[in-house]
């Protein structure tokens, strides 16, 4: 496609459910960023991708964190055991090398309630 | 402790004005500076960049300043339409210090334009 996109646009999830979460960077972007927006924040870095490699991940907030791009396109955001604290926006972006002074383009990002 | 501080929350201004929408930050190794826009269950969108070698730039109605000593930032927007009001996002990284160009947000300042 033309742009990032991102599946479910919205999840609403019982407090310990675990949650999926799908990004679909530009096609040829070799580097794919996870950020996290929580209500009346800017956002967060969460974690980076070159191709299927992940070179940063300092800003997962726990270990029930996970991601993975087990082929270098398609990237999935886990979080297990969810918490309400989890609630917020999740951002995917990608951008053609990662390096340098690159502009990252964002998905329309997944916004995700945990009750 | 922010990094990137956009202090003003909200701006409003009169259709065919100038908007100035300030960002100043704290971490001395950024070198490259983004501003995006944001519409409401959408994700950012880039608007204009700007290398710390330079102190402008300009793209249309649209022109970053930049300011190194005192490590601060502006985008001027003339003249504002109303297709303007979105929350506006100062971001930065350091693409020459570490293995990625991961982006440090501000919290955002919502510009409403009145018709």
């Known amino acids: 496609g033309a742009g990032v996109s991102q599946s479910p646009r919205y999840k609403v999830a019982k407090r310990g459910q675990d949650v999926a979460l799908r990004c679909d960077p530009i096609?040829?972007?070799?580097?794919l960023f996870w950020y996290q927006q929580a209500l009346g924040q800017g956002p967060e870095f969460l974690t980076y991708?070159?191709?299927?490699?992940?070179?940063?991940k300092s800003g997962l907030p726990s270990d029930r964190f996970f991601a993975e791009r087990p082929e270098g396109s398609v990237s999935t955001l886990k979080i297990q055991r969810t918490q309400q604290e989890d609630s917020a926006v999740y951002l995917c972006a990608s951008s053609l090398a990662g390096t340098g002074e690159e502009t990252q383009y964002f998905g329309p990002g997944t916004r995700l309630l945990v009750l | 402790d922010q990094q990137v501080k956009q202090n003003s929350p909200s701006l409003s201004v009169q259709e065919g004005r100038i908007s100035i929408l300030n960002c100043d930050y704290t971490n001395s190794m950024f070198d490259y500076f983004l501003w995006y826009k944001k519409y409401p269950a959408e994700g950012p969108t880039f608007l204009i960049s700007i290398s710390s070698i330079k102190d402008k730039n300009e793209d249309g109605r649209f022109t970053v300043f930049l300011n190194k000593s005192a490590k601060h930032l502006s985008l001027h927007i003339v003249p504002s339409q109303p297709g303007d009001s979105a929350v506006y996002f100062c971001?930065?990284?350091?693409?020459?210090?570490?293995?990625?160009?991961?982006?440090?947000f501000g919290k955002g300042i919502t510009l409403s334009v009145r018709p």
């Open positions: 971001a930065a990284s350091a693409p020459y210090t570490g293995a990625n160009s991961k982006l440090t």
């Open positions: 096609s040829g972007h070799v580097s």
């Open positions: 991708f070159q191709n299927e490699a992940q070179l940063d």
